[in-house]
């Protein structure tokens, strides 16, 4: 079963502009990450936001968590075109199972 | 730098074989984990383990099965290897103290059966 639905499935932006991806979710949750995927490989933690925290930052990522709308959003600053990867988000209901969505393709042209 | 090795990278099988994708861990994580990765579908998780001998079902079991024998060993098993199951296979680890099961991924294994 697919906890997490991103949006959009793809996106395509020039460097330097701002990348943002939405994430909604089904149910309660202990704790929401972001991974990224480079073509291929295996997926990378990025980011993890806790149920009470509201805003999350590490370096040019910037995560935010609505409980209350079971939605998360990841925006990527100034992106760069290293940063053309697949992102996911996951979340981690209880215990130690995590459930990923499909995932947003995002391409940045240099 | 820590890892999570998969043995094989690509494999191809023919149908009906016995397929065996290896997977160790040197960061001394009590769990492991078996995802199958499909175009439009996601991650879905088939098997995890939290302990040495202990395995859990996840979403997608039905034609799987796995061992673990050794707390850095995680095998995920195809009895009689299908179609259907021409994917990639990603394992993963993660610690249980923190409570927040972060993963760290190995590089995947591309399976194709013929």
């Known amino acids: 079963s697919q906890q997490g639905e991103e949006d959009p499935q793809a996106l395509s932006i020039q460097e330097g502009e701002n990348a943002t991806m939405n994430c909604s979710y089904k149910?309660?949750?202990?704790?929401l990450q972001w991974y990224r995927q480079n073509s291929g490989r295996g997926l990378v933690h990025l980011i993890l936001i806790r149920s009470n925290e509201r805003e999350k930052h590490s370096g040019r990522l910037r995560v935010t968590l609505d409980t209350s709308k079971k939605s998360s959003s990841l925006l990527i600053t100034a992106s760069r075109a290293a940063d053309t990867a697949s992102y996911f988000c996951?979340?981690?209901?209880?215990?130690?199972?995590?459930?990923f969505g499909a995932g947003t393709r995002l391409f940045v042209k240099a | 730098d820590v890892k999570v090795t998969q043995s094989s990278r690509y494999l191809v099988k023919r149908t009906g074989e016995k397929v065996f994708l290896e997977c160790v861990q040197d960061m001394d994580h009590e769990n492991m984990f078996w995802y199958r990765q499909d175009p439009g579908l996601g991650l879905r998780l088939i098997y995890f383990?939290?302990?040495?001998?202990?395995?859990e079902k996840g979403d997608i079991p039905e034609g799987y099965s796995v061992s673990r024998e050794k707390k850095e060993r995680f095998s995920l098993i195809l009895e009689s290897a299908s179609t259907n199951q021409t994917s990639m296979y990603l394992c993963?680890?993660?610690?249980?103290?923190?409570?927040?099961?972060?993963?760290?991924f190995g590089a995947g294994s591309r399976l194709t059966v013929l």
């Open positions: 149910t309660s949750i202990n704790n």
């Open positions: 383990s939290y302990d040495v001998k202990m395995k």
């Open positions: 993963a680890s993660s610690f249980q103290g923190s409570g927040a099961n972060v993963l760290t």
């Open positions: 996951a979340t981690v209901a209880g215990g130690f199972k995590t459930i």
